[in-house]
Structure formats: structure tokens, C-alpha cells
């Protein structure tokens, strides 16, 4: 019976490390799509302030640039080396859509990057403000 016991003591150490195996790759992917969520969820309130800017204001040739950087980087007038709210995105990839009655801003060609894959958003998120520049003056 003491012989038993010793050969079983090695296979707790082999079942600990293939429980750890699991636990880390589950953990991973939480962190994973956790942050993926969260920087999308940034995105998302950086294109509707933008949006909102952009229906409040006069038309003018520099809107769309404003309000470009007020997406990419919270700004109007980004100091020199300001950091984007979500890391890797450009003003290259905003676009800034002004109509006769409303202003729109989305986002194309942005790959978010996360621990083990990109989440390509193109086209998305987009956010659609009515104009009210002038009301009530």
C-alpha cells in the first residue's frame, strides 16, 4: 500500500498543471474581450462628442479638422505629442460628413489591436447629431 502511495503523489503535480494551462487561457480571453470592449466603448464617446461638436458649430473649411482631432485626441488643438484616446488610431481614419441638416462622424479602416487578435472596425462606430447650430439665437 505504501508503494500505491508514492506513485500517486507526482499526478496531483500533472492535474495543477494542466488546471493552470486552462485557467490562463480563459483568463486571457476575459482580459481580451474585457479591453476590447473598453477601448471600443472609448471610441464610441470620443466619435459622439466629436458628432455633437460638429452639429453645434458654424460651417467652416476647418471644421473637419477640429473635429477630428476632438475625436482622436479629446482636444480641438492637440498639444505636440498628445497620445490618441485609443492607441493606434489617426485622423486618417475619421470621417467627417457635414449635410445640410445633420453632421456625422465614423470611424474606417481602424484595427484594433488587442492580446491575441485585431478587431477591424470599419465603418463603426458612426454617430448621426441633427445640426443645431443657430437655434435659439
Sequence with gaps: MKHVKHLRRGSALIEFAGSLILLFVVFAG???IG????A???LVNAVRAGARYASLQQTNP???????NMVVYGELVPAAGAQPVVPGL????IKVTLG???ATVSVSGFKLDSLFSQVKLDGRPSITFPLTRGVGK
Excluded at 476647418?62 to 477630428?68: D, S
Design 90 to 93: 489617426t485622423t486618417d481614419q
Design 35 to 38: 479591453y476590447t470592449f473598453f
Design 62 to 68: 476647418e471644421l473637419p479638422k477640429t473635429v477630428k
Design 40 to 42: 471600443y466603448n472609448t
Design 30 to 32: 476575459i482580459f481580451q
Design 100 to 102: 445640410p441638416s445633420t
